[in-house]
């Protein structure tokens, strides 16, 4: 027996060649092509994005009294959102998407998010990625737990980007990797050769050079401390820059190749808690960028897009009220996304309302529906996950609600 047939019929590989598609990272190019095949994509937005500035609550008069600066306008203001269903409004930074939701091909669920109170990006991740809530003794992730529900045994049905395994694929099943780009950027003054100027312009002993460096210092331990909160936060993930390019490459993967079921990317910079911004800005920055990334994935899954779902999660939202550094800081409540060619489009979940006495804790968005409701549905709905498989990924876990999300 030839080794290749006999790799094929011992299950490791069921198709022909063998493709590197990167130096540390091989995928089996089936050559029999199953249009069927049904996909999965969970994007993590590492850091807590402001789920409040993504899917806007416009017709909340509190949500405008706690953002004074921050808040995106209401439809038909300059800058402001893009009106989804008379109460709900898109950033505007997110209009790549609206096709989508033109196609009702694009879900939010509101209010939605783990149950455990924390406020920790690092325990917070790690509860959303294995699933149960306030354990940190689970060891594998539910996407791990998952390809072991629906495997068949061979190397590549799941993929991540990143240069390393995350929690949410970590466990028993194998799962290959391929790098992602990476890119960073910094205001003008922390360019090396900027500050060097700067600092010879305001070398001398009069008031303002003494001003000069005093702000320096400042900006410098400011800048550390940020770093060092964005790289906790950001749990090693890049930023969104490079983003439409990997989402290519991982679409195009999924395209060519009917055995790559699951496929992970994780993202930062979504720790706002200094100059947010509005309609422009930080966020909106960042935002777009992931926009456009999500219609390249699209674009690049082709035909299999019928049969993908794509989840968009973060560990939690951000508080309602602006903090004094026109930022938010780390909430509850958050908003989970979810596109694909069997989702019927909309606005799930049920709203609590932003007046103080609907918030959690006095300063958050509350939570009315479990992350696990929409994961659930994923599994069940998409990848006709039966009770006991579906207990297998989703231990200890009740479901609160059905969503339905899927067209049948």
């Known amino acids: 027996m030839k080794r290749r047939d006999f790799l094929i019929q011992s299950g490791i590989f069921s198709a022909a060649a063998i493709t590197a598609i990167s130096s540390n990272a091989w995928v089996a190019r089936s050559a029999t092509y199953n249009s069927n095949q049904k996909r999965l994509i969970v994007i ?233 911004g509005s309609t422009q800005g930080q966020l909106a920055r960042n935002l777009k960028k992931l926009g456009l990334g999500l219609a390249t994935l699209v674009e690049g899954l082709g035909s299999v897009y019928q049969n993908t779902t794509i989840v968009v999660m973060s560990e939690f939202g951000r508080t309602v009220k602006q903090n004094d550094n026109g930022g938010t800081d780390h909430g509850h409540g958050n908003v989970m996304w979810v596109l694909g060619g069997k989702i019927r489009g909309g606005i799930y979940g049920e709203w609590p309302g932003l007046s103080t006495s609907q918030l959690y804790q006095g300063r958050d968005l509350a939570i009315t529906t479990d992350f696990r409701d929409v994961i659930s549905a994923v599994l069940s709905d998409h990848l006709h996950l039966n009770e006991a498989k579906l207990n297998q990924v989703l231990p200890n876990y009740a479901s609160t609600q059905k969503l339905a999300l899927f067209v049948k």
């Not at 998407?97 to 509101?110: C, D, G, R, S, T």
């Not at 055995?259 to 993202?267: D, P, S």
């Open 44 to 276: 993590f937005l590492r850091g807590a994005v402001d789920g409040l500035n993504v899917v806007v609550p416009y017709s909340e008069t509190a949500y405008y009294q706690a953002r004074p600066q921050i808040a995106i306008p209401q439809p038909g203001k300059e800058g402001g959102v893009i009106d989804l269903d008379g109460r709900f409004g898109l950033h505007p930074a997110l209009a790549a998407l609206m096709p989508k939701w033109q196609e009702n091909n694009l879900a939010f669920v509101h209010a939605c998010g783990s149950p455990d109170p924390t406020r920790s990006h690092f325990d917070a991740q790690q509860y959303m990625e294995n699933a149960t809530p306030g354990d940190k003794h689970t060891q594998d992730g539910w996407m791990n737990r998952l390809l072991g529900g629906i495997s068949q045994k061979t190397p590549i049905q799941a993929v991540s980007v990143g240069e390393t395994t995350p929690w949410i694929f970590s466990g028993r099943m194998p799962v290959a990797n391929i790098a992602s780009g990476r890119n960073t950027s910094r205001l003008p003054i922390d360019r090396p050769e900027l500050a060097a100027a700067f600092d010879r312009l305001y070398d001398g002993n009069d008031a303002l050079s003494q001003t000069y460096r005093q702000g320096r210092m400042a900006h410098q331990a400011i800048v550390n401390d940020l770093d060092s909160e964005m790289k906790m936060a950001n749990n090693g993930a890049p930023s969104p820059d490079g983003f439409a390019s990997d989402a290519q490459r991982l679409g195009q993967l999924m395209l060519k190749d009917p055995r790559i079921e699951l496929g992970f990317m994780a993202l930062g910079g979504w720790d706002t808690h200094v100059n947010q």
